[in-house]
């Protein structure tokens, strides 16, 4: 229920009857379901990131309507989305969007019959994606010539099932799924284009020589896969307050949730002019979650590869590994001291993958672009300061001083660097509208060290939290390389 994203705080009370029964109490605090949305940040000057008509709670059947216009770096897409929870009364959820990007058009369509947290012995997914979009590779430049742009076009289709056994606190998944992967370059190398000047309304096609840079990145295929999945989960939600938000409204999962995917590569649906990978797959990740006394404590590691049959070995390799702390002094103190440890790298990588070592998720002192690279590491502590000033009941309102540290190592990737060891500062507001609100916006100052072009500080608003267990644990520049997401953890609503 707490999913809902018009339902602000949730409480579930069980309160029992003189027969022995319970009755069940649902208190909600709701907000504004229609909404006209202006995605404003402040982010190396002020942008207009998205802009949308909102509806909610359509019918009054949490179903979620909208139109939208998204435009942030290279990204322009206009089109509308449907999202329908627990369709026909069911655990079932829908979803389908279309629209158009700034190269071509998208589709996605969703059927899920997911697991609900601990609930459920069945589940299943059916997943279509389609998109034409470009991938963005930083240049590490400055000035001049600071991003290049690749035209891509991607698609993918899973139909999976799973099982459940065992009792909550102690579930064995099994699972069993078709998925076929498909990513073509069909503008390469004619439509490449760069970048001047971080303005992605002025770009113009790339020379001969960017051919050469991106070519190990360039390989189309189109590869179908049986995948067996194998997870264990022993865990149980609490909900504390001052992690994340200023409100207690964050389930938060402790325990353990391990998770396997092996899939083979198999001759079906092939398509003539594309390479199909002759493979195994693997896919794995743990998480884990432990509090003593006023101490949160969360790791999550994961990883993916595949092992080629034709000579190749292993290739498109990645990991990630977050290790994220909370130590608040009491359950109700105005302090919540953050620790994050982060690494992410990539080795052999086949398509379009690179990292940066600055921006909003990374070292907040440098501008996203900065430092390309293939492996990463970042520290960050924060201290989360909540004040009850200047009016408690109508706007959640605090302070937070921080410092980042990281390093990049160049590895394969276009137009890596190896960076050394670099850092930032800073300090910041955060606010929640109206009070108790799960969304925590950020207005941050944050100042570079170790900076080679001797820039200043960058000032940033954003409107959530990105930094924090109440996000997860996504790497959004990984992410977008990933291929085959497919594991025991996308039968979880919500995923974790």
Do not use: C
């Not at 629209?99 to 589940?123: D, I, S």
């Not at 590869?305 to 990991?319: I, K, Q, V, Y």
């Not at 937070?400 to 060891?421: I, K, Q």
């Amino acid at each position: 229920m707490r999913q809902y994203p018009f339902i602000a705080n949730a409480d579930v009370v069980p309160v029992e009857q003189p027969d022995g029964t319970y009755h069940v109490h649902i208190n909600t605090q709701d907000e504004w379901t229609t909404k006209l949305d202006l995605g404003v940040s402040i982010d190396q000057g002020i942008q207009l990131e998205r802009v949308e008509l909102t509806e909610e709670n359509l019918f009054g059947q949490g179903i979620l309507a909208e139109g939208y216009f998204a435009r942030r770096r290279e990204q322009r897409d206009a089109g509308f989305l449907i999202q329908q929870p627990r369709l026909f009364g069911t655990r079932t959820d829908a979803l389908f969007g279309y629209g158009r990007t700034r190269v071509g058009n998208f589709l996605e369509q969703t059927m899920a019959y997911p697991f609900v947290g601990e609930v459920g012995r069945f589940a299943g997914r059916e997943v279509y994606h389609r998109r034409d979009q470009l991938y963005t590779y930083a240049t590490g430049n400055g000035v001049d010539v600071t991003q290049v742009l690749l035209p891509l076009q991607e698609e993918w289709l899973e139909i999976s099932f799973a099982t459940r056994l065992g009792r909550p606190g102690g579930l064995t998944l099994l699972g069993l799924g078709l998925s076929r992967d498909r990513i073509e370059f069909g503008g390469f190398p004619n439509d490449v284009e760069m970048v001047l000047d971080n303005d992605f309304n002025t770009t113009f096609p790339a020379p001969d020589e960017t051919q050469d840079v991106l070519a190990s990145q360039i390989n189309a295929s189109a590869t179908t896969r049986l995948n067996l999945m194998l997870g264990l989960r022993q865990v149980r939600y609490i909900r504390p307050a001052h992690l994340d938000s200023h409100a207690e409204v964050i389930d938060v999962p402790l325990g353990i949730d391990l998770g396997l995917t092996i899939g083979r590569s198999i001759p079906a649906f092939r398509i003539r002019g594309l390479h199909d990978h002759n493979d195994i797959f693997t896919r794995f990740r743990l998480f884990a979650g432990h509090t003593s006394g006023q101490v949160f404590m969360f790791l999550n590691v994961g990883g993916q590869g595949r092992h080629s049959f034709r000579g190749d070995g292993w290739r498109d390799l990645f990991a990630e590994a977050d290790f994220y702390t909370y130590l608040r002094t009491g359950p109700s103190s105005a302090h919540t001291l953050f620790f994050r440890t982060s690494a992410t790298g990539g080795w052999s990588a086949g398509t379009p993958f690179q990292l940066t070592l600055g921006g909003r998720e990374a070292l907040r002192g440098f501008y996203e672009d900065d430092i390309p690279g293939a492996r990463r590491v970042l520290f960050t502590i924060e201290d989360r300061i909540f004040l009850r000033w200047p009016s408690p009941d109508v706007i959640d309102f605090g302070f937070t001083l921080f410092a980042d540290a990281g390093r990049m190592w160049a590895g394969e990737v276009p137009y890596g660097t190896n960076s050394g060891w670099r850092g930032s500062f800073g300090f910041g507001l955060r606010l929640g509208f109206p009070a108790s609100t799960r969304a925590v916006g950020r207005i941050d100052l944050a100042f570079p060290i170790r900076d080679p072009a001797g820039r200043g500080p960058v000032f940033r608003v954003t409107l959530v939290e990105l930094i924090g267990i109440g996000s997860g644990f996504t790497d959004h520049q990984l992410q977008r390389a990933l291929r085959n997401p497919v594991g025991p953890d996308l039968f979880l609503t919500p995923p974790r």
